[in-house]
């Protein structure tokens, strides 16, 4: 009953200065908005991250070519990384690595007739879809003897280029132009989504040979894609590969290497590090709003001791405790905190919301049960710390000088 009073008599104390407690509110608002939106963007990214690399499995190493350096100045991607390092694995590593994929990376317009889009283009190997588990629901995929062939333009698309290209008709036989390259239609790829940062959906593929010499006009790949046998220590394999490598680049005893070897853990640590930086750069930027929303409601709040500083007197010298007395402004403080988070997290959601439409398809914001304890712990502490001082002011006023205070 009395922590009712004391909060009926503090939403009277504020409501006789609506507009300045109302201005006070609109800053913790603001604070609070700005950092649920932010939780929810780094959530839903991290989320979408996890789920991807999750998608890829475990028993993998992802080889790529190092950042080459002229007297420490990077300048560009090693070009050393070729197709002939996957027969040597293959070659030497028969018991450790399961599977092989080369890829190279691009992008050009698709064209069928007057139907045009932009997707990314994967020239690649018969690993490569059997790693990840791809399956053809029309046709076929690209095979060995595909892979191989420096001629063969074919391509396999995947199911949402098929649908966009093609509609409902059966692309199987047809010819697109990838680039300015006639390629013709093999199979079309089950849906699969996301595998990794790659929408296999979006994607065509073709054949690694061909690719490397008539798409992109170069010998290196942007990267290599190794199954480790089941019965093989991931670790392990990395460190097999690793020496491989060496002694096919050349690379001597002292030297960097000129690829980089990753497994999903690492991959997921960096992501982790990552995420850690931008959580610092968001909520640096989020609780600079939340700290002037703390120093308003303190402004108004020391503003509204010097006031009441008669009926400070009044009370006390009708019975009131200086515990009262701080009580009675700190729930002042605490409200205008709560009323504002309350809005804030409101309006945090409807940002949240309001981005999920803009970056669609690049990942969903996400409001968790973490997201909303953490912006009522927030708003709390901003009310606590910010009447904190105000109400100890109050309470520690001479109750003879209060009464004589003008």
């Known amino acids: 009953m009395f922590y009712l009073r004391l909060a009926i008599s503090a939403l009277r104390s504020l409501d006789v200065h609506f507009l300045r407690t109302l201005l006070a509110t609109l800053g913790v608002l603001i604070g609070v908005g700005s950092v649920v939106a932010c939780m929810s963007i780094l959530e839903g990214a991290t989320n979408k991250v996890v789920r991807n690399l999750s998608t890829l499995g475990s028993r993998l190493l992802f080889v790529q070519p190092a950042i080459a350096r ?40 698709i064209k069928y007739f007057q139907k045009s889009e932009s997707y990314n283009v994967i020239a690649t190997t ?58 013709r239609v093999i199979g079309v790829l089950e849906p699969h989504g996301n595998v990794g940062f790659v929408n296999a959906d979006e994607c065509v593929y073709i054949p690694i040979k061909a690719g490397l010499k008539r798409f992109f006009n170069r010998r290196w790949l942007t990267m290599m894609t190794l199954q480790v046998a089941e019965d093989q220590d991931v670790d392990e394999a990395k460190k097999a590969v690793e020496a491989v490598l060496r002694r096919a680049h050349n690379i001597r005893v002292g030297q960097e290497d000129d690829f980089e070897i990753m497994t999903q853990e690492e991959i997921m640590r960096q992501v982790n590090e990552m995420t850690a930086i931008f959580k610092i750069v968001f909520y640096s930027i989020a609780g600079i709003s939340l700290v002037v929303g703390g120093i308003g409601i303190m402004n108004i709040m020391l503003v509204s001791v010097t006031e009441r500083t008669r009926e400070i007197g009044v009370r006390m010298a009708v019975g009131a405790r200086r515990g009262d007395i701080l009580l ?63 109400a100890f002011k109050a309470s520690r006023l001479d109750p003879v000088e209060a009464l004589r205070y003008e």
């Open 70 to 109: 002229i007297e420490g100045r990077p300048v560009g991607a090693a070009q050393t990384l070729t197709v002939d390092d996957s027969f040597l694995m293959e070659r030497e590593l028969p018991e450790v690595i399961s599977a092989v994929s080369c890829e190279a990376f691009g992008q050009a317009n």
């Open 126 to 183: 018969d690993e490569y879809f059997k790693i990840h588990d791809y399956k053809a629901d029309f046709g076929r995929v690209i095979s060995r003897t595909d892979s191989m062939d420096e001629s063969k333009l074919i391509t396999c698309l995947g199911s949402k280029v098929a649908e966009k290209l093609f509609g409902g008709m059966d692309p199987v036989g047809q010819s697109v132009k990838v680039r300015n390259g006639a390629y």
């Open 328 to 390: 009675q402004f700190l729930a002042e403080a605490l409200i205008i905190s709560l009323v504002g988070g309350a809005f804030g997290l409101l309006l945090g959601v409807m940002l949240a919301d309001l981005l999920d439409k803009i970056l669609e398809g690049m990942f969903a914001t996400e409001i968790t049960i973490n997201v909303v304890i953490t912006a009522f712990l927030t708003i709390t502490v901003v009310g606590v710390c910010s009447g904190i001082y105000p």
